[in-house]
């Protein structure tokens, strides 16, 4: 049998996923190289030897996803996969066009390729984009399970972007353990909202071995939580499977990969923030819900704003900081920071744009859409000190934190600032607490803390 040279496209998760479950030790295979993008730095580094197998003894290299047309010719691909999440079709099929025309296959994995099973009950939180309040909705599913005297264990979708052999696998129980793996911001902004609230949360690279450890907590595992990332479907097989959706993007949850295969897999469809959404956007994402998920149950949730000190927001000239993904590929115009703001009466929300520096700069040139608000990009030391200094250097009377973790503590902030805060409340029935006590009786975890 010839051997297949295999070029997996990503961006420093999915990727390195599908290589481990599918790739790693089919000798039918060979795997090329991975491409990366959106991930600053990552191109130009080696998955490693000591999780790339016995079959890639020199590790696997990572090239920048710019390379790719030449990459298929020089390495001689047969086949190329796409491995990352929250495109659009028409980007998707975009990048399909690139690898056809330079004479490869264009793959795409599903979930039956690529899902690890658990010995655990797992309940799995997808989107179908990047920003809907996947993370509120983890927070309330845990807080649930935990008033059943269930222990509920979170795992994280992957974001490795340091040394990807030391991050295999990764726990974290404190704050400390943050700076014990080198957490950027865009992994404490996932990671901290659990660990404020005393909850265990597993991520890093090889998530069979994720998986084993979790199981195997020294606290104790009734239930796996998977806690999904952008639009991406579970690398776990669910017991559960809850999507959430969002009604200010009305009508994405059919236009971006891979947001509809989680809507058309899911068990409950969440059409979250409709305390701030038009009525007719949330008729819109409820339809479509009923078109590719007719047999889901649909509940509504409001996303619950609080402030901590909402006395430096009314009158005053404010700078928003909003998390960064959900602002970048997410597309998102506007975060729980512009919501407060208006609330809460500011006088007027400062463009940043005049004041960025560094690779903030390039993030407002290749995301025009985004304009008022300070998106918090931080995968590297460079991009922490360039948002420390656009914040620091901009007009401003106070700054608007609307990132899920506490900005003034890994950078230092020259004037007032609040964090604003957000969290899932369901509104009427059917509700989390039904869904969850149904699942509870289904999988026998009432009885085995009797």
Not at 82 to 101: H, R, T
Request: hydrophobic content about 35%; some cysteine; overall charge negative.
């Amino acid at each position: 049998m010839k051997t297949k040279n295999i070029i997996i496209i990503g961006a420093a998760g999915r990727d390195f996923h599908n290589f481990n479950t599918y790739y790693r030790n089919k000798e039918e295979y060979n795997v090329v190289a991975f491409t990366a993008t959106q991930i600053p730095d990552i191109d130009g580094r080696k998955y490693p030897a000591e999780l790339a197998g016995e079959l890639y003894p020199e590790g696997i290299p990572i090239y920048s996803q710019d390379q790719l047309p030449e990459l298929i010719k020089d390495l001689k691909a047969d086949e190329c996969v796409f491995s990352y999440s929250d495109l659009s079709y028409e980007k998707v099929m975009g990048i399909g066009a690139i690898v056809n025309s330079a004479g490869a296959n264009f793959t795409l994995l599903g979930s039956k390729a690529t899902m690890i099973k658990s010995n655990k009950p797992v309940i799995s939180v997808c989107a179908v984009r990047t920003g809907t309040g996947k993370s509120q909705t983890s927070r309330k599913v845990i807080e649930t399970l935990l008033e059943h005297d269930l222990k509920v264990v979170a795992i994280r979708h992957p974001m490795p972007y340091g040394d990807l052999a030391a991050q295999r696998v990764q726990r974290y129980a404190t704050v400390s353990d943050f700076q014990k793996h080198n957490c950027t911001i865009e992994e404490m902004e996932e990671y901290e909202p659990h660990v404020d609230r005393g909850n265990i949360i597993y991520a890093g690279v090889d998530y069979q071995d994720i998986l084993d450890a979790a199981e195997n907590d020294p606290d104790g595992c009734d239930v796996i939580l998977w806690d999904g990332g952008n639009n991406d479907f579970s690398f776990y097989e669910p017991d559960l499977a809850i999507t959430v959706l969002d009604p200010h993007r009305p009508g994405h949850e059919l236009k971006y990969y891979p947001g509809e295969v989680c809507l058309r897999t899911t068990d409950v469809s969440i059409i979250n923030k409709i305390d701030s959404a038009p009525e007719e956007a949330i008729q819109t994402v409820e339809n479509n819900i009923k078109f590719a998920a007719p047999n889901s149950t649909i509940i509504k949730a409001e996303s619950k704003i609080s402030v901590d000190n909402p006395e430096i927001i009314k009158g005053k000239r404010v700078l928003i900081v909003e998390d960064g993904p959900t602002l970048t590929h997410g597309e998102m115009k506007l975060g729980a920071g512009v919501i407060a703001a208006q609330r809460l009466g500011a006088a007027e929300i400062i463009d940043p744009r005049p004041f960025a520096v560094g690779s903030l700069i390039t993030t407002f040139d290749k995301y025009t859409h985004i304009d008022s608000i300070l998106p918090a990009m931080g995968y590297g030391e460079q991009q922490l000190k360039d948002l420390e200094a656009t914040i620091n250097a901009t007009d401003c009377d106070a700054v608007i934190i609307g990132t899920p973790m506490d900005l003034s503590r890994v950078i230092n902030i020259n004037k007032p600032c609040t964090r604003v805060y957000y969290d899932l409340e369901e509104v009427g029935s059917p509700n989390l607490e039904t869904v969850l006590s149904d699942f509870i009786v289904k999988h026998n975890l009432a009885a085995t803390n009797v």
